[in-house]
Nanobody
Framework: QVQLVESGGGLVQAGGSLRLSCAASGSIFSIGAMGWFRQAPGKQRELVAAITSGGSTNYADSVKGRFTISRDNAKNTVYLQMNSLKPEDTAVYYC???????????????WGKGTLVTVSS
C-alpha cells in the first residue's frame, strides 16, 4: 500500500506564508509526477502546482509567482511553499502522486487526505 500524508496547513493572515509537505510511504518503487490540488468551499478541485520527476513545474495562473513546488526524491516528499497568501487561497490542499509500487506493478494515482489552509483577511 502507498500512503500520502500532507502536513503544514493552518491558519495564516493574508500576506503570510505557509509551507506544505507531503510524504509518500509504503510500497514505492518509483514516483513520477507529483502535485498539489486544492478545493475551496463550493468550488471544484483544481490543480495548484505539479512537478515531474525531472523537476519541471506547472502552476495555476492564480498562484504563479507566489507558490513554489519542489520535491526531495530521496525522501519521497513534495513541498509547496506558499507566499503572499490571499483569502481566496483558502482551501483543502491535496497531495497527488503517480506511484509505481513495484518493478512489475502498473503505475497508479494516489491522493492524500488533505490539509486545510485558511487565509484570513
Amino acid at each position: 500500500q502507498v500512503q500520502l500524508v500532507e502536513s503544514g496547513g493552518g491558519l495564516v493572515q493574508a500576506g503570510g506564508s505557509l509551507r506544505l509537505s507531503c510524504a509518500a510511504s509504503g510500497s514505492i518503487f518509483s514516483i513520477g509526477a507529483m502535485g498539489w490540488f486544492r478545493q475551496a468551499p463550493g468550488k471544484q478541485r483544481e490543480l495548484v502546482a505539479a512537478i515531474t520527476s525531472g523537476g519541471s513545474t506547472n502552476y495555476a495562473d492564480s498562484v504563479k509567482g507566489r507558490f513554489t513546488i519542489s520535491r526531495d526524491n530521496a525522501k519521497n516528499t513534495v513541498y509547496l511553499q506558499m507566499n503572499s497568501l490571499k483569502p481566496e487561497d483558502t482551501a483543502v490542499y491535496y497531495c497527488n502522486a503517480a506511484v509505481v509500487a513495484g518493478p512489475i506493478s502498473p503505475g497508479a494515482d494516489y491522493w492524500g487526505k488533505g490539509t486545510l489552509v485558511t487565509v484570513s483577511s
